[in-house]
């Protein structure tokens, strides 16, 4: 559902080649690890829950909040505080995608077939 950015890997639609398959295989294999660590951390922060799927903030500014998630979710495993999401918890507001720029897909492709020369070749 969201374009190839330099910032965001996606998998390739009709992989035509052996590399393009292990490269597909590699990215639902770590997407399932992701999708489960963002649920966990939506647990725990809440506020991260609340975005509707979209931070509106640059891709450094996310990165930096999504590492200050995880140290604070791995103090609060250190220090034994349970898991628990609070009942009272608002529905998430519809929030709008962010645009893309053209030049950042194609410099998104661009990154994605180095890794795939790099690691699936």
């Known amino acids: 559902g969201y374009p190839q ?10 992989p035509a080649s052996a590399a393009e398959h292990h490269y597909n295989r590699a990215h639902i294999q770590s997407r399932a ?7 966990v951390l939506k647990s725990r922060m809440r506020s991260l829950d609340r975005t509707g799927g979209a931070m ?4 450094q500014k996310v990165c930096k909040i999504v590492v200050a998630s995880c140290i604070i979710h791995n103090i609060a495993i250190r220090h034994g505080m349970p898991l628990e999401a609070p ?3 608002e529905p998430p507001e519809n929030i709008d995608d962010p645009p893309y720029r053209a030049n950042e897909m194609a ?3 661009r990154s ?3 890794i795939i020369r790099r690691y699936f070749t």
């Open 33 to 39: 690890v992701i999708e489960r660590t963002f649920g």
């Open 87 to 89: 009942e009272d918890v």
């Open 5 to 14: 950015q330099p910032w965001l890997m996606t998998p390739i639609p009709n």
């Open 107 to 109: 410099e998104g492709r």
């Open 112 to 114: 994605r077939e180095d």
């Open 56 to 59: 509106v903030y640059s891709p």
